[in-house]
T-cell receptor
Framework: KAGVTQTPRYLIKTRGQQVTLSCSPI?????VSWYQQTPGQGLQFLFE???????NKGNFPGRFSGRQFSNSRSEMNVSTLELGDSALYLC?????????????FGEGSRLTVL | AQRVTQPEKLLSVFKGAPVELKCNYS??????LFWYVQYSRQRLQLLLR??SRESIKGFTADLNKGETSFHLKKPFAQEEDSAMYYC?????????????FGEGTQLTVNP
């Protein structure tokens, strides 16, 4: 079974631009969540989608948004990029009915904002 | 607010020695606690969760609600245990996949 797949793996943007990251969950997993990982703040929850609906949202500004498609694939978007948005963005999926914290993570998309 | 604290950023032990990675949490309700591990050049993965009360790769962790701790222990460390370990907390069903992570402990097991 293929794991969680994230694209692109690396990208470089400049301040003010926007970026879209993609995540394909493990087949059969309907929950997709996103995390931001930085050296200073560690792993922080961004949001979770389940059956195309945002189920939970972390404490991030409105520049961070996401969505989920009917095939459970998810995208997250960051608009008006700031230097502080440089981070590793991790996607995780979970199978419905499994314990809430049993997540399967992707390898991440490393965003550098110049 | 919920919080997870891992007091040691770095921990170094010799092969065969016991190892304990500390985790303390603050949460007003009944949390679910997890340990995640990230080996070099691998993705973050679940190691164990307190509700299963199982031992994975020789590691165990007991939830101590009185001390609000969930320390990870292994009696005899192996070199392949060298990795980054994260303690994480979930507020249960209402939290969904929202985990609060500690800052992590980098464990190095020396030969």
């Amino acid at each position: 079974k293929a794991g969680v797949t994230q694209t692109p793996r690396y990208l470089i943007k400049t301040r003010g631009q926007q970026v879209t990251l993609s995540c394909s969950p493990i087949s059969g997993h309907r929950s997709v969540s996103w995390y931001q990982q930085t050296p200073g703040q560690g792993l922080q929850f961004l949001f979770e989608y389940f059956s195309e609906t945002q189920r939970n949202k972390g404490n991030f500004p409105g520049r961070f948004s996401g969505r989920q498609f009917s095939n459970s694939r998810s995208e997250m978007n960051v608009s008006t990029l700031e230097l502080g948005d440089s981070a590793l963005y991790l996607c995780a999926s979970r199978r419905a009915g499994r314990p809430e914290g049993e997540l399967f993570f992707g390898e991440g998309s490393r965003l550098t904002v110049l | 607010a919920q919080r997870v604290t891992q007091p040691e950023k770095l921990l170094s032990v010799f092969k065969g020695a016991p190892v304990e990675l500390k985790c303390n949490y603050s949460y007003s309700g009944s949390p679910e606690l997890f340990w995640y591990v990230q080996y070099s050049r691998q993705r973050l993965q679940l190691l164990l969760r307190h509700i299963s009360r199982e031992s994975i790769k020789g590691f165990t962790a007991d939830l101590n609600k009185g001390e609000t701790s969930f320390h990870l222990k292994k009696p005899f460390a192996q070199e392949e245990d060298s990795a980054m370990y994260y303690c994480a907390l979930s507020g249960g069903e209402t939290s969904g996949s929202r985990l609060t992570f500690g800052e992590g402990t980098q464990l190095t097991v020396n030969p």
